[in-house]
């Protein structure tokens, strides 16, 4: 027998994950002392943790590192959870290498110019694009995303509101990497190159308590800096610094799952649906799942937050669009296309 001292240093493992995973059920010891609750392990369950430390090391949800250790001798179930997770790592370095080739070419410096010797020398024009709506517009899609705006400083392109402009169309963005709501400018017009830039939520906060009354309102990122003139006055402030997240990936198409929402009804139902304590971490820290039934797939979701993005989306009939119990919910109104609040689900235990 072996102390939990000595399995974690053997393992990789911390003690405190050891203990987190026999809270869990995962890794339970072969032997806890009656007076001390200290844990001993038998010498095959070094070669358990270890394997368990190396499944964590890739990723493995709880879960299935449970299924593994429950199927370890049934080789074919032991591959079809690898396998499976295999691919996810395989989409997710797919999606990071677009980013990086993309940030790759914004990095590549321009191709120089050089001056004609009749002409005095140049220099690159200062970068002004405006987008021209109506206080309304604007003021009613800052409200919709204002709620899932970050406020961990440590996170700074998650504290403002993306402004995302190009010939396609206008749109607003928040996200605390919990929730995530897009919402369109109608009929905005762009004068300028595209743009994106992360409005500072206090200058959101400053709008909507300034602009009052309905009329033209023009948003001009003029370099670093962010103005927006409506009839009621002028207000400026320096964007945020930083990139948002690639959040067009995570706009997805409609899942496998589809339900029309009555949204009073849904409300009801969510008052009154089960909850379940879940871990989030091997520090033995929990949160409060609200587990949903919808269609064949059974999800836990934050009640409070998803309640917000049912707010957001301020109609009586929505549509919850659902791709499994791992994939973000997305809530949105038919009537406005591209339009859409995200709730990330949390993972319910086996």
């Known amino acids: ?7 974690a240093r053997e393992s990789g493992l911390t003690v405190s994950a050891l203990r ?5 059920g995962v890794l339970v010891p072969a032997h806890v002392d009656p007076w001390t609750s200290y844990r001993w392990y038998s010498d095959e369950q070094v070669a ?21 250790l429950e199927h370890r001798d049934d080789l074919a179930v032991v591959d079809a959870v690898l396998e499976s997770h295999l691919r996810r790592l395989e989409d997710g370095l797919a999606d990071a290498r677009r980013e990086l080739s993309a940030a790759r070419s914004l990095l590549a410096p321009e191709s120089a110019m050089t001056p004609d010797s ?14 021209r709506t109506t ?15 970050g406020t961990d400083p440590g996170l700074p392109m998650l504290t403002g509101v993306l402004v995302d402009a190009d010939d396609d169309a206008v749109r607003l963005v928040a996200t605390d990497r919990y929730r995530l709501v897009v919402r369109h400018l109608p009929g905005a017009v ?23 009354s309905d009329g033209p309102l023009t ?6 800096d962010v103005v927006l003139e409506a009839g009621d006055g002028s207000l400026r402030g320096r964007r945020v610094d930083a990139d948002f997240p690639a959040y067009r990936s995570l706009v997805r198409e409609p899942g496998s799952t589809q339900v029309e929402l009555d949204v009073a009804r849904f409300r009801d139902d969510l008052a009154a649906a089960p909850t379940r304590s879940v871990p989030t971490g091997p520090d033995g820290a929990e949160e409060t799942a609200t587990v949903l039934t919808l269609g064949p797939v059974e999800v836990g979701v934050n009640r409070e937050f998803l309640l917000q993005a049912l707010e957001a989306e301020g109609a009586g009939q929505l549509v919850l669009d659902l791709d499994g119990p791992l994939a973000p919910l997305a809530i949105h109104d038919p009537r406005r296309p591209g339009d859409v609040s995200l709730v ?6 086996a």
Do not use: K, W
């Not at 368990?52 to 709880?62: D, F, N």
């Not at 206080?135 to 705006?149: G, K, Q």
């Not at 948003?219 to 670093?224: A, F, I, P, Q």
């Open 1 to 7: 027998m072996r102390g939990i001292g000595q399995v």
């Open 20 to 24: 987190f995973y026999d809270g869990a």
């Open 48 to 68: 358990v943790a270890r394997l368990v430390a190396r499944l964590r090391r890739v990723g493995l949800p709880l879960a299935e590192i449970s299924r593994v």
């Open 118 to 131: 009749t002409t005095p020398d140049s220099t690159t024009p200062h970068s002004t694009t405006s987008i």
């Open 135 to 149: 206080t309304t517009a604007l003021l009613d899609a800052l409200r919709a995303v204002r709620f899932a705006v």
């Open 190 to 212: 762009l004068d300028g190159g595209p743009v994106s830039a992360i409005v500072p939520v206090g200058l959101v906060d400053e709008a909507l308590a300034t602009f009052t």
């Open 219 to 224: 948003v001009r990122v003029d370099g670093d």
């Open 344 to 349: 990330m689900p949390i993972r319910l235990p």
